[in-house]
């Protein structure tokens, strides 16, 4: 397992596009991890958004979001991304990429990603 780096944060508008990108360091790889997106909003607890197995197979999204958000890897860029549409003010948050090795049932939960990344702050605003 590798530290994760975010990017792509920024400030939008409702109705809005974003996608946000999470890399390993330099020199690492995610295989045979699952990397998750968490995010948390101001006054509130961290809450899951969703995770992807690095080699295959699981996909998960909060209900909040998987009507309008696609998480996928990128094999060539090394890295793996949430496209987050109609964005709405109450997707405001620091959102952080995680990796870990969760089971099934775990695979939302927060205490199964032991690496974190600093996160990246999403602002949906008029």
């Known amino acids: 397992q590798v530290q994760p780096v975010e990017s792509g944060g920024g400030l939008v508008q409702p109705g809005d596009s974003l996608r946000l990108s999470c890399a390993p360091v330099?020199?690492?790889?995610?295989?045979?991890?699952?990397v998750a997106w968490f995010r948390q909003a101001p006054g509130k607890e961290r809450e899951f958004v969703a995770a992807?197995?690095?080699?295959?197979?699981?996909?998960r999204y909060a209900d909040s979001v998987k009507d309008r958000s696609t998480i996928s890897r990128d094999y060539a860029k090394n890295q793996v991304l949430l496209q987050m549409n109609a964005l709405k003010p109450e997707d405001t948050a620091v959102y952080y990429c995680?990796?870990?090795?969760?089971?099934?049932?775990?695979?939302?939960?927060?205490?199964?990603?032991?690496?974190w990344g600093q996160g990246t702050q999403v602002t949906v605003s008029s």
């Open positions: 330099s020199g690492g790889t995610f295989s045979g991890s699952a």
């Open positions: 995680a990796v870990g090795r969760p089971i099934a049932s775990t695979i939302r939960t927060e205490s199964a990603y032991g690496h």
């Open positions: 992807i197995r690095w080699n295959g197979g699981m996909i």
